[in-house]
């Protein structure tokens, strides 16, 4: 019988915040350690980082594992054992991985590599904390931002304004503080949405930040369409009404959506309107019911069109606006904190009118990001939502001048689930399709604050390693649910009601992504650890 290639024999390292233990799980598929490897030896070699095992099936076999950095209490014995398909072995820690001190230690060391990896293994050493990034970039003087795929520049200007998103819900707190009744203090909360509204306009130049996307006005974007509806078309259809000699005038669609403004040049609509008609028209637009949008702004008449998809986005240069914007129901549920937040919806955020639509790079046509619309016209408030695991701030991507480098798909939904865990106060989590709500996954939290990480086994002695280091992680069982049966979905609507599961909405590209990558961490673990009554073990990268 063969020797099986060393290459074949993969190590996992795994420590837990609060436990000053270091564990290796080693593992070959299609080997029994408990059988085959006789005689195990284990060598700890300190100073070289390396732990040699030997062990006797037909011929001798020789293993190197590389250990990462680590403060190792040599006055403690090993502990090592075979089982059934992998072999494990304990080292003792003078500290847990994450205190203050060890970090420190691996820091210092990170940064005396020869390598020159000393940046890149300290991003490793703390979990992502999610920030919107603001004071980073308001430091710069300008920003360009770039796909992190093919590295073309976004931004066809720079962008020399940063806005901060609230990272709360403000219009529940808005309703707790002042009362959601329209009495409470004038109907102050109402006031606040239309302020809301005003001050995190998607404006041409700015650019607003959350914590998990950017948001830029399309017009900042470069080489990049969007569908729009057509002005002259608009006009004709819904028409210019007089009201008075102020120059007030309504504009009516067949669907009710009824907007008001004040022109500088009074538009007569093509047709002639029979007085009695015009009479049925003057309406005031407070008093018009369902009015999904009333401004009071100026219009040029050269701007043409006067419909509400038009009026939705940033106002144009012939544009100014004046007065308070009066939103329905489902745009103020569409703004309630969560304006920037593309990449996690919950129930509340969701809302009938709101269509999302993909968005893509000009030129590699990698996703990127979303942008809103309603009625499948041009972007809802003419901004661009960009995930910053999609996007870079300097063509060096990863460097240090790359604001977004720690960001990836997989450390971004870790922390999402975190905080679901800590809010909700839920370890379970079910993912829907945002556009069809039909469930994608199930998510079940079993480790928060868990250090791993995974390679493959040399058998050389004398070859120089490359240095390892742990990084955080959160171990999860999860279940694929995209090609789900009806039953099996039944199941699943069951398992969610019976555990108060947390429900979350997400683009379905995002989670298939996210599902592969969950599929590739489970062979991280041996054979025995990946299932469990149909879920999947796996590990995310905080």
């Known amino acids: 019988m063969a020797t099986e290639s060393p290459r074949k024999w993969r190590f996992t390292w795994e420590a837990q915040s609060h436990i000053p233990m270091l564990k290796l799980f080693l593992f070959n598929q299609g080997i029994n350690p408990i059988n085959q490897c006789k005689d195990l030896k284990i060598d700890l070699q300190f100073e070289k980082s390396q732990l040699h095992l030997q062990w006797t099936e037909q011929t001798r076999v020789s293993l190197v594992v590389p250990i990462p950095k680590v403060l190792v209490d040599l006055e403690s014995p090993l502990n090592f054992r075979a089982l059934d398909d992998h072999l494990e072995a304990k080292i003792v820690l003078l500290l847990p991985i994450n205190h203050p001190i060890v970090l420190s230690f691996i820091s210092e060391l990170s940064l005396e590599d020869e390598t020159g990896a000393g940046h890149a293994a300290s991003d490793y050493l703390q979990p992502l904390f999610l920030d919107s990034g603001v004071k980073s970039l308001s430091n710069e003087r300008e920003v360009h931002l770039y796909c992190r795929n093919c590295f073309f520049k976004l931004t066809?200007?720079?962008?020399?304004?940063?806005?901060?998103?609230?990272?709360?819900?403000?219009?529940?707190?808005?309703?707790?503080?002042?009362?959601?009744?329209?009495?409470?203090?004038?109907?102050?909360?109402?006031?606040?949405?239309?302020?809301?509204?005003?001050?995190?306009?998607?404006?041409?130049?700015?650019?607003?930040?959350?914590?998990?996307?950017?948001?830029?006005?399309?017009?900042?974007?470069?080489?990049?369409?969007?569908?729009?509806?057509?002005?002259?078309?608009?006009?004709?259809?819904?028409?210019?009404?007089?009201?008075?000699?102020?120059?007030?005038?309504?504009?009516?669609?067949?669907?009710?959506?009824?907007?008001?403004?004040?022109?500088?040049?009074?538009?007569?609509?093509?047709?002639?309107?029979?007085?009695?008609?015009?009479?049925?028209?003057?309406?005031r637009a407070e008093e018009l019911p369902s009015t999904p949008v009333g401004k009071s702004f100026t219009v040029d008449a050269s701007t043409g069109g006067c419909c509400p998809h038009n009026m939705l986005g940033p106002p144009s240069k012939g544009q100014e606006i004046n007065g308070m914007v009066d939103l329905l129901a489902s745009q103020k549920s569409f703004l309630n904190g969560y304006l920037g937040n593309i990449f996690m919806f919950r129930s509340p955020d969701l809302s009938k009118e709101v269509e999302w639509i993909e968005f893509a790079c000009p030129q590699c046509s990698n996703m990127l990001g979303a942008y809103p619309c309603v009625n499948g016209f041009k972007p809802f408030d003419g901004g661009i939502r960009l995930l910053k695991c999609y996007i870079s701030s300097s063509l060096s991507v990863g460097s240090s001048g790359d604001f977004f480098r720690k960001y990836t798909l997989e450390n971004m939904f870790a922390n999402q689930i975190l905080e679901s865990a800590k809010d909700e106060l839920s370890f379970r989590t079910?993912?829907?399709?945002?556009?069809?709500?039909?469930?994608?996954?199930?998510?079940?939290?079993?480790?928060?604050?868990?250090?791993?990480?995974?390679?493959?086994?040399?058998?050389?002695?004398?070859?120089?390693?490359?240095?390892?280091?742990?990084?955080?992680?959160?171990?999860?069982?999860?279940?694929?649910?995209?090609?789900?049966?009806?039953?099996?979905?039944?199941?699943?609507?069951?398992?969610?009601?019976?555990?108060?599961?947390?429900?979350?909405?997400?683009?379905?590209?995002?989670?298939?992504?996210?599902?592969?990558?969950?599929?590739?961490?489970?062979?991280?673990?041996?054979?025995?650890?990946?299932?469990?009554?149909?879920?999947?073990?796996?590990?995310?990268?905080?």
């Open 156 to 283: 066809r200007m720079p962008i020399k304004s940063f806005v901060d998103m609230p990272s709360i819900n403000w219009r529940e707190v808005a309703d707790n503080w002042f009362g959601a009744c329209c009495c409470s203090f004038g109907g102050i909360s109402e006031k606040l949405v239309a302020k809301y509204v005003k001050s995190y306009a998607c404006l041409e130049g700015t650019c607003l930040l959350s914590t998990t996307s950017v948001i830029l006005c399309k017009d900042d974007l470069s080489k990049s369409e969007f569908p729009d509806c057509d002005p002259m078309k608009k006009f004709d259809k819904c028409g210019l009404f007089d009201i008075n000699n102020d120059g007030k005038s309504i504009c009516r669609e067949d669907n009710g959506m009824v907007v008001h403004y004040t022109a500088t040049t009074q538009l007569q609509k093509e047709n002639n309107v029979d007085k009695e008609h015009k009479e049925d028209e003057e309406l």
């Open 430 to 542: 079910v993912v829907k399709d945002l556009k069809t709500k039909s469930v994608m996954a199930q998510i079940v939290l079993l480790n928060p604050n868990s250090w791993c990480c995974s390679g493959y086994c040399e058998e050389d002695v004398d070859k120089q390693f490359s240095k390892i280091t742990l990084h955080p992680v959160i171990k999860v069982l999860f279940s694929d649910c995209c090609d789900s049966t009806e039953s099996e979905l039944r199941s699943v609507n069951a398992w969610e009601t019976k555990n108060q599961a947390d429900e979350v909405y997400m683009l379905r590209h995002l989670m298939k992504e996210l599902i592969k990558c969950l599929e590739s961490n489970n062979s991280i673990f041996p054979p025995s650890f990946s299932s469990t009554k149909g879920f999947v073990l796996s590990c995310m990268k905080r």
